[in-house]
């Protein structure tokens, strides 16, 4: 039995097995007794999956009673592989980097938290250096090669669409870069259920998941949210500010909220482009006809489902709704179900109906015109319009006149920016006392060009002047005459001012009446500042604030006066005591050296007068003659022992005994004790060794 029907079966007994890789490269298994409970969350917010790229996030509590996921390393890091498992047959479910980790005092359980590959592999930068042009799975491999990924498949839309030069891409991340990509090609990124990067189309070709009445533990469903898609609008990128917004629709479409998506500051789609419109068109034919329906189903589950999926909810009726999943969430706690949600962008609950339950016409849905005949006055209100769904460009000249218009139908908030211009306000249209900040942002005054003589302004509210500052950057402004002024940033070129506090000034030239200084500081023609001030007498002086190499006239530095923490570069340097935990001194003269602990790969001693030589085992010395001659002195467990490095000739000796190894000399001589004079020698005669008596 296939584990879709293991999960659908009434007496069903799922549990999780995997395995953790921690950062040493040690491996851990955990089985269904460990593993206590388990959650995955992804997808969209906001029922939009069109360019997303999603990092699932995921829990997993298992059973540390006996410390045998914490003792030997840390969790933090490591690699966790997720399985679903029912009877002889099991599903990936995620690898996910453990980016959290709780474990609470006299608690068994321990906790690890993460996600998925989007969200740590693709955090790096993006540097684009491929050689332009190049294709949209070009760039895509390059994205995925830099996080250490690969696509190999081009099975999705505009995948072989040239980009003639390289993007205005900025100071991006992989994980940008790869959602601008995505939703050049109609597409969304995710890593799937076997770790695996992809590209899915928003419009997939494949029979829906049926979920059924006795697998479904709730549901909510309702009308068609949004679609078909049929327009898409494009804020481009580099556009100028007030330029118009590129559209492109199907034949009859007028952009609206249940039909059209927005895209905005996607480097791929630039004002400057030559292949911008034939990208947008490409993009409009790859999703025309994009449908979300409204539902949220909660069910046995199955983890072969995923992002993007089409789904098909049977009621017990078997009437049934097509839909397609934008964000779920899996859950194993003693059993395993999953949540998956289908909603859309702007979801309104009377989209889908020409006339809301209230009788209101829903003028979202209606393409072309309606006649104003079949409207009687006063029966369409404002709450019934979906935001919009009316344009200035569908009135014509005076159809809308102030006295039809109440007190307070218009208000600033309702206005966008840039409808109303100072063009089309006569002089007596605007009353500047009931203007807010707000007010002034919809009209979109353009101080920038305005010529304001002797603008006395007494007050100016906060947000008002978050609007100056963006506003009045290149203004002629002829002597304005300002209360008070805090801004970022102000280019002044003639002002004065009765007082004026200023933390930082840097000023490239200076015509002072009258100066006041506490500290004057002037730059000598040697390089160092000099403060000037007036003594007692009145007389100007100067004294020198910088030291550099001219003033240190000693080859000292007295440590009791200046005390330099960090690094000392000295020729010779005098000190009566120096405190370090750590130096390096290539060459060592010392009269006298008197240290506790004193350590030297290689030491030329001239003379050497110590009280006490302790080595670990045993001292050795060693000399070298002129000759290349290596002779030791060491002194071992057996005695004294002198001696040269790869001769086996040795003499040692202790306290009761002495051995030669091998002796040759031409005279060995013997002598008394007690210093007596007498002497005798050793002499190798014809008939053998002999002793002769030399004499005192």
Known sequence: MALTDRLSAPDRHPYLSGEITYLTGKILHFSGDQALSFSLSEGSSNGNLLGGAFSAACTLTLNNADAAFTNANTPYGAQVKVRL???????????????????????????????????T?????????????????????????????????DDFPNAGFCIPAMPDWGDISLRQALSYVACACGCFARINRQGRLRLEPLTRAMDPFPINAQNTLAREWG???????????????????????????????VPAAHNSFTISGNPLF????????ALAQA??????????????????????????????????????????????????????????????PNVSASVGKIFTSSGALNAALLEGSVSGAIIRDGTLAASSLIAASITAQQLAAGAVSTEALSAGAVTAEKIAAGAVTADALSAEAVDAKHLSAA????????????????????????????????QIASADIDWARIKDIVANRAIITQGEAGELYIARLAVTEANLVSLTVGELMVKGSDGGFYAVRVDEAGQVVTERKQIDNADVQDASIHAGKKLMEGSVTAHTLNAQDIFGDSAIIRQLIAQNLDVD?????????????????????SIRLYVKSQEKMNAYLRVTENGLEIGREGDSARFRADNRTMEVTNVKTERLGISQAMGLPEEWAFVATKTGLGLKYIGA
């Open 223 to 253: 009308e068609m949210a949004f679609g078909p898609l049929r327009a898409l609008t494009f804020s481009l990128k580099g556009a100028k500010r007030g330029e118009a917004p590129l559209i492109v629709a199907e034949e009859g479409a």
């Open 597 to 617: 602990t004193f350590f030297a790969r290689d030491a030329t001693i001239s003379k050497l007068n110590a009280l006490d030589i302790t080595g670990n085992e």
């Open 85 to 119: 498992c029912e009877g002889e047959d099991s599903a990936e479910m995620i690898t996910f980097t453990v980016t959290k980790v709780v474990k609470r005092e006299n608690d068994p359980r321990l906790t690890l938290s993460g996600c998925d590959a989007i969200g």
């Open 121 to 153: 592999a693709f955090d790096g930068a993006w540097a684009d250096s491929l050689a332009y042009p190049c294709s949209l799975l070009d760039i895509a491999q390059a994205i995925a090669a830099q996080a250490g990924f690969s696509i190999s498949h």
């Open 283 to 344: 993009l409009l034919n790859a999703l025309s006809g994009y449908t979300l329906t409204k539902a949220r189903v909660t069910w046995r589950g199955n983890p072969n489902l995923e992002l993007g999926c089409k789904v098909r909810i049977i009621d017990s009726q078997g009437q049934s709704t097509d839909t397609v999943i934008t964000s779920q969430v899996l859950t194993f706690s003693q059993g395993f179900s999953m949540q998956s949600d289908c909603s859309a």
């Open 270 to 277: 630039s004002a400057t482009g030559t292949h911008t419109a």
């Open 439 to 470: 007010a002034i942002d919809a009209v979109y005054s353009r101080f920038a060009q305005a010529d304001i003589d002797w603008a006395n302004i007494g007050s100016l509210q906060a947000a008002v002047a978050e609007l100056a500052a963006a």
